[in-house]
């Protein structure tokens, strides 16, 4: 059995969208920035993401409640935040109009 089944960690994740623009209405630049913050980091507290990028924490709250919503970030059982992925992957496909 392979290492990652073992552990139940989930290999990949695929999240699509049908326009750029219901994409960008989700995960915006500030939220991106939350997710550059939260990758690799470990587990957080909000008002650490909020330090990390400098911003209030009612804004970032708003940010990473959706993030959780998408299911981008998760929440742990002592109530902190994590980003279960390892990297995180944007790919656009720009098709001439017929």
Known sequence: MH??????RVQQATF????????????????????EAMSGAGELSLREVA???????????????????????EKTESGKIVCPFDKVRVDFTLAQAA
């Open 51 to 73: 330090r990390r990028l400098e911003r209030d924490v009612k804004s970032v709250h708003r940010d990473v409640h959706t993030l959780l919503e998408i299911g981008l970030l």
């Open 16 to 35: 699509s969208y049908a326009s750029p623009e219901l994409l960008f209405s989700e995960i915006s630049p500030k939220r991106w920035g939350v997710l």
């Open 3 to 8: 290492q990652a089944a073992k552990s139940g």
